[in-house]
T-cell receptor, first 113, second 112 residues
Framework: AQSVSQHNHHVILSEAASLELGCNYSYGGTVNLFWYVQYPGQHLQLLLKYFSGDPLVKGIKGFEAEFIKSKFSFNLRKPSVQWSDTAEYFCAVSLYNTDKLIFGTGTRLQVFP | DGGITQSPKYLFRKEGQNVTLSCEQNLNHDAMYWYRQDPGQGLRLIYYSQIVNDFQKGDIAEGYSVSREKKESFPLTVTSAQKNPTAFYLC???????????FGSGTRLTVV
């Protein structure tokens, strides 16, 4: 069965530190890749998505992600985090031409001033 | 503004009772979904519907039921057969295959 793994369950950083959250998926075919963010008390919002083309994708709020097909990975990065980035981050995968999104278990990020 | 409305935000249910969670969208999206979110487990798919009057089971459909009589509405009923119904329930919709979802703000169900 297809699955999405997020190995970092809880990450704690100071402001201005760099961030990298891991995401790996298990599926050999063509996929679409997403990162969603859930700020405290708010609904899930799309940070960025990858369908095809340049494997380095830029999203909102200074986030970016790199698709490495050979590693089945789609890691999320930000050069310098802010306190307002405190949230839970979910990686998700949909199989090409399907509707269903498969989510990872999420990574809780806490940023301290 | 277009979006997804879930109601109520908080819901309490006694054991043995069925309860229905509402999800309405005005985005003109064809597909709608119900997910359950539990701490440390991410989002798990309960049911989804790609078109009116049609729906499919997701990964954890047991103890749940849905209907899709209108494009805008996709209510979820949590039945008494659901063994562990206390959770945060999220409704989502999408306009095109594989393009990602728009989420509602969720309903937190607590069984007392």
């Amino acid at each position: 069965a297809q699955s999405v793994s997020q190995h970092n369950h809880h990450v704690i950083l100071s402001e201005a530190a760099s961030l990298e959250l891991g995401c790996n998926y298990s599926y050999g075919g063509t996929v679409n890749l997403f990162w969603y963010v859930q700020y405290p008390g708010q609904h899930l919002q799309l940070l960025l998505k990858y369908f095809s083309g340049d494997p380095l994708v830029k999203g909102i709020k200074g986030f970016e992600a790199e698709f490495i097909k050979s590693k089945f990975s789609f890691n999320l990065r930000k050069p310098s985090v802010q306190w307002s980035d405190t949230a839970e981050y979910f990686c998700a995968v949909s199989l090409y031409n399907t509707d269903k999104l498969i989510f990872g278990t999420g990574t809780r990020l806490q940023v301290f001033p | 503004d277009g979006g997804i409305t879930q109601s109520p935000k908080y819901l309490f249910r006694k054991e043995g009772q069925n309860v229905t969670l509402s999800c309405e969208q005005n985005l003109n999206h064809d597909a709608m979904y119900w997910y359950r979110q539990d701490p440390g487990q991410g989002l798990r798919l309960i049911y989804y519907s790609q078109i009116v009057n049609d729906f499919q089971k997701g990964d954890i459909a047991e103890g749940y039921s849905v209907s899709r009589e209108k494009k805008e509405s996709f209510p979820l009923t949590v039945t008494s057969a659901q063994k562990n119904p206390t959770a945060f329930y999220l409704c989502a919709s999408s306009s095109k295959q594989g393009w990602g979802y728009t989420f509602g703000s969720g309903t937190r169900l607590t069984v007392v």
